[in-house]
């Protein structure tokens, strides 16, 4: 079965520090996509990076980098220089067949000024 | 470029009631799916239309149903209302093809079942 897994419930971090939210993910597919999304108090998810399973480098964008471990099944995203904006709910995703995301519990991060 | 809106945005019924939301979706994008998700949950997948069909479908009765119409915009139905409906529901659109299918969310409608 395809599942994703997110077992911080809540993080803090100091502003202007980087930060780890760990996400592992189980599936047998060998073509598989992996997605961050950060949600507001207003609701929204927030599209923040993508990895395909078959790139060959991590994914960047600006901020936020994505530590892809294939063989240990993991995607975690990195958040480097944290922004009080930055503190929300974030949600790790993953493609299955059809086009649907299968999405983990979330990270609640807070950060402090 | 205009994101995914939804209408509306909160809404209060009653057991046994009906509800209609709405979604419209980004500019360019064929394929609408629907998202539930319960307080402190990550969102559940419903069903995803594309062309006015539904092409997939998670694990959820058939009182939930929707339809997607020819500009590409959706409804969600539920029937029956029960308690455990109570949760934000998100929509999202995307377009069909090749490469990352990145889904792009509204900010959903808020349902409370009394």
């Known amino acids: 079965a395809q599942k994703i897994t997110q077992t911080q419930p809540g993080m803090f971090v100091q502003e202007k520090e980087a930060v780890t939210l760990d996400c592992t993910y189980d599936?047998?597919?060998?073509?598989?996509?992996l997605f961050w999304y950060k949600q507001p108090s207003s609701g929204e998810m927030i599209f923040l990076i993508y990895?395909?399973?078959?790139?060959?480098q991590n994914a960047t964008e600006g901020r936020y980098s994505l530590n892809f471990q294939k063989a240990r099944k993991s995607a975690n995203l990195v958040i480097s220089a944290s922004q009080l904006g930055d503190s929300a709910m974030y949600f790790c995703?993953?493609?299955?067949?059809?086009?649907?995301?299968?999405f983990g519990q979330g990270t609640e991060l807070s950060v402090k000024p | 470029e205009t994101g995914v809106t939804q209408s509306p945005t909160h809404l209060i019924k009653t057991r046994g009631q009906q509800v209609t939301l709405r979604c419209s979706s980004q500019s360019g994008h064929n394929t609408v799916s629907w998202y539930q998700q319960a307080l402190g949950q990550g969102p559940q997948f419903i069903f995803q239309?594309?062309?006015?069909?539904?092409?997939g479908r998670g694990n959820f009765p058939p009182r939930f149903s929707g339809l997607q119409f020819p500009n590409y915009s959706s409804e969600l139905n539920v029937n029956a209302l029960e308690l455990d409906d109570s949760a934000l529901y998100l929509c999202?659109?995307?377009?069909?093809?090749?490469?990352?299918?990145?889904?792009?969310f509204g900010a959903g409608s808020r349902l409370t079942v009394l």
């Open positions: 999202a659109s995307s377009s069909q093809g090749a490469g990352a299918n990145v889904l792009t």
């Open positions: 239309y594309y062309r006015e069909e539904e092409n």
């Open positions: 990895q395909g399973s078959y790139d060959q």
């Open positions: 599936t047998s597919d060998p073509s598989y996509g």
């Open positions: 995703a993953m493609r299955a067949r059809g086009g649907k995301l299968i």
